[in-house]
T-cell receptor, first 115, second 110 residues
């Protein structure tokens, strides 16, 4: 069974550009989470989607946005990139609360570098 | 909101030593999870705990769900070089989303 897949693996952008990151959850999972991890530090919660709806949002500016598609895959968009947006962006999926236990399974991440 | 305090932030140990780390929360949790992240990879689930007082092992790893439901512990026995990485605790109470600790970075000297 395939795990959570993220693309691209690496992304290099310049300041002011837009970045689009993609995530495919484990088959059967309806919830997708996005996290930002800078400099190998802690996981900063960005967004949570479940059944196509945004359920919760972390303390990030509006230029961080995303969506979840009918097949439960998800996109994270970062507009007007700033240097400090350089980080590893991790996607996780879970069965969601309907599954009873919210165990999140992570992808390998997208390394975003803003020059 | 729910907050987790994970300690220590970093550990430098000799190969073969035992390791202990813990997480405490500001509120009661009904699920505790422990993850490990290798460099350049996403976190991988190590152990899941669902009941207060539960003690669960996964090889050399043992984790416990605290009786108060506000803390959890992870122990690694006889550490080996591949144990190097960042360990995260995560917990959830009620219908809240999963909350992650800040991570414990483990470094092992051969």
């Amino acid at each position: 069974e395939a795990g959570v897949t993220q693309s691209p693996t690496h992304l290099i952008k310049t300041r002011g550009q837009q970045a689009t990151l993609r995530c495919s959850p484990i088959s059967g999972h309806t919830s997708v989470y996005w996290y930002q991890q800078a400099l190998g530090l802690g996981l900063q919660f960005l967004l949570w989607y479940d059944e196509g709806e945004e359920r919760n949002r972390g303390n990030f500016p509006p230029r961080f946005s995303g969506r979840q598609f009918p097949n439960y895959s998800s996109e994270l968009n970062v507009n007007a990139l700033e240097l400090e947006d350089s980080a590893l962006y991790l996607c996780a999926s879970s069965l969601g609360f309907e599954g009873g236990v919210d165990i999140q399974y992570f992808g390998a991440g997208t390394r975003l570098s803003v020059l | 909101g729910q907050q987790l305090n994970q300690s220590p932030q970093s550990m430098f140990i000799q190969e073969g030593e035992d390791v202990s780390m813990n997480c405490t929360s500001s509120s009661i949790f009904n699920t505790w999870l422990w993850y490990k992240q290798d460099p350049g990879e996403g976190p991988v689930l190590l152990i899941a705990l669902y009941k207060a007082g539960e003690l669960t092992s996964n090889g050399r790893l043992t984790a416990q769900f605290g009786i108060t439901r506000k803390d959890s512990f992870l122990n690694i026995s006889a550490s080996i070089p591949s144990d190097v990485g960042i360990y995260f605790c995560a917990g959830r109470g009620g219908a809240q989303k999963l909350v992650f600790g800040q991570g414990t970075r483990l470094t092992i000297n051969p």
